[in-house]
């Protein structure tokens, strides 16, 4: 899974719902793609949308 944070409002044609800026929700890796593939078709970069947001890895001593 991929979580990302929503930059920009746009619409999830997929989910049918409007995702808002400031949301943060976590998609697969086929649908990232997808998703980035569609943006950058519209001639939109997915950077500009949304970003990935790295998971802190912390260590269970």
């Known amino acids: 899974m991929v ?3 929503v930059l920009q409002d746009f619409h ?5 719902v409007l ?3 400031g949301a ?3 998609v ?3 649908r990232f793609k997808e998703l980035s593939k569609n943006l950058e ?3 939109v970069k997915t950077d ?3 970003e990935v947001v790295k ?3 912390k260590s269970s001593k």
Request: cysteine-free; overall charge positive; charged content about 40%.
């Open 28 to 30: 697969t890796e086929q």
């Open 19 to 21: 995702r808002p800026k």
């Open 41 to 43: 078709s519209q001639g």
């Open 24 to 26: 943060v929700i976590e």
């Open 12 to 16: 999830d044609w997929q989910a049918k």
């Open 48 to 50: 500009t949308v949304v």
């Open 3 to 5: 979580k990302l944070k």
């Open 55 to 57: 998971e802190d890895k």
